[in-house]
Nanobody
Framework: QVQLVESGGGLVQPGGSLRLSCAAS????????MYWYRQTPGKQREYVAL???????NYADSVKGRFTISRDNAKNTVYLQMNSLKPEDTAVYYC????????WGQGTQVTVSS
C-alpha cells in the first residue's frame, strides 16, 4: 500500500514558478515509476510528466522546457518544478505511483492568474 500526499500548490502570476512535492509512505518507493497528472473541471485527467524508477524522464509537449520532474528516493518524495507558468497550467495536480497497481494522491490546486 502506498499513500501519496501532494503539497506546494497555490496562486501564482503568469510567468511565475511553483514547486510541487509528493510525499509517499510505504516501502519500496524507489521501485515505483512516478507520474504527475493534472485536471481541470469537465476535462479528463491529463498526463504531465514521468520519472521512471531508473531516473529517466518524459514530459507532455505542453510543459516541455518549462517543467522539471525529479525524485529523492531517500526522502520518498517526487517533485515538479514549474517555471514560466501560464494561465492554461491552472489545474488540480495529482501525483501517481505505478508498478503493478496504481496509487493516486488527493491533488493540489495550482492557479495561474494575474
Amino acid at each position: 500500500q502506498v499513500q501519496l500526499v501532494e503539497s506546494g500548490g497555490g496562486l501564482v502570476q503568469p510567468g511565475g514558478s511553483l514547486r510541487l512535492s509528493c510525499a509517499a509512505s510505504g516501502s519500496f518507493f524507489s521501485t515505483y515509476d512516478m507520474y504527475w497528472y493534472r485536471q481541470t473541471p469537465g476535462k479528463q485527467r491529463e498526463y504531465v510528466a514521468l520519472i521512471a524508477k531508473g531516473g529517466s524522464t518524459n514530459y507532455a509537449d505542453s510543459v516541455k522546457g518549462r517543467f522539471t520532474i525529479s525524485r529523492d528516493n531517500a526522502k520518498n518524495t517526487v517533485y515538479l518544478q514549474m517555471n514560466s507558468l501560464k494561465p492554461e497550467d491552472t489545474a488540480v495536480y495529482y501525483c501517481n505511483a505505478r508498478k503493478v497497481i496504481s496509487y493516486w494522491g488527493q491533488g493540489t490546486q495550482v492557479t495561474v492568474s494575474s
